[in-house]
């Protein structure tokens, strides 16, 4: 491995080119970042033409091997889908060069970041598990960032160089994923919860009533401009957020309680995203400006529709 003093002068690999990856891409770039690669597996396939579209325009070279872009990289970045975390480290390990870091961004449970830890170093990498503690698209790069495992102290000021908002949470691996995971029981539960109960109230004519008397009991939220922003976020990303909250429901489980909560919200968002990617709830893309377009698109698929007050 070279030995590389500035951080700005690294290689970087980013493993996963979805919303997270093209955003990271783009600020990398804008901080100076070279010699930036990129992996998808989407890549030869039916879905690549964004990928590779947003990829050539910021001169970033995209594969469909972990392998090759790990191979020279000083750092690799990992952000794909909760359910692959353990399996993107599992194939960069195979090619990762000695002492190069292995930064996990993936909301995979404190067992999955364990597991992918040993893979990693035992390739003779550095693993260090992120925890990416609210949404990525307001906050870019700067999204505050958890850092844990016995290489968090050492990365995170290399990482704040490179323009990343880094906090040491733990030496000890699973500590910030379950902080990071218990959070989410709760913001993606909530989602969960007004997409339930708000097109539930839709059809019962009671949404007016209903939020009235939220914002008499939670006065500092504004219900409508809230329930728009959760049904967009759900639509778009509900099967990340499904794979997500499953991690989630598992992080509950292995402390030996049932996550009724957790698996429920899991279902919901997974639901919603089904929906979506079958169209019925109008392009995943399209701007929202109110919930109960999207709430009547899906009383629109409930089969047969119902008359709630019979």
């Not at 794909?80 to 390990?93: K, L």
């Not at 970041?113 to 700067?142: F, N």
């Not at 016995?150 to 906090?167: I, K, M, S």
Request: proline share 5%; hydrophobic share 45%.
């Amino acid at each position: 491995m070279r030995p590389v003093a500035d951080p700005r002068g690294w290689r970087i690999a980013l493993i996963g080119y979805g919303e997270v990856g093209r955003i990271l891409a783009e600020d990398l770039r804008a901080a100076g970042i070279a010699a930036l690669s990129a992996c998808d597996i989407k890549v030869g396939g039916p879905h690549e033409a964004p990928l590779v579209e947003h990829a050539a325009g910021l001169g970033i070279g995209l594969s469909a091997s972990h392998a090759e872009v790990a191979a020279n990289a000083d750092l690799i970045i990992s952000a794909v889908t909760a359910s692959q975390a353990v399996a993107a480290a599992e194939a960069c390990a195979a090619s990762i060069a000695r002492a190069a870091w292995f930064l996990d961004f993936n909301s995979a449970s404190p067992r999955a970041k364990i597991r992918a830890a040993a893979l990693i170093d035992g390739a003779a990498g550095r693993y260090v598990e992120g925890a990416v503690m609210t949404s990525v698209p307001p906050y870019r790069m700067r999204v505050p960032l958890l850092l844990g495992g016995p290489g968090a102290a050492a990365l995170a000021p290399l990482l704040a160089a490179l323009g990343f908002e880094p906090r040491v949470g733990s030496e000890r691996l699973g500590v910030v994923s379950a902080t990071k995971l218990c959070r989410s029981v709760m913001i993606k539960g909530v989602e969960a919860m007004v997409i339930e109960s708000f097109t539930a109230a839709r059809a019962y004519g009671v949404e007016r009533q209903v939020i009235d008397s939220l914002t008499e009991t939670f006065p500092g939220i504004d219900w409508e401009k809230q329930a728009t922003y959760f049904f967009q976020r759900v639509v778009q990303h509900g099967r990340r957020r499904a794979e997500e909250m499953r991690e989630a429901a598992e992080t509950v489980r292995d402390v030996g309680l049932e996550p009724h909560s957790a698996a429920g919200t899991a279902e919901r968002q997974a639901w919603v995203a089904e929906l979506a990617e079958r169209g019925a709830l109008g392009a995943r893309d399209e701007r929202r400006t109110d919930w109960r377009h999207d709430a009547d698109r899906i009383l629109a698929q409930l089969a047969p529709p119902k008359d709630p007050m019979r």
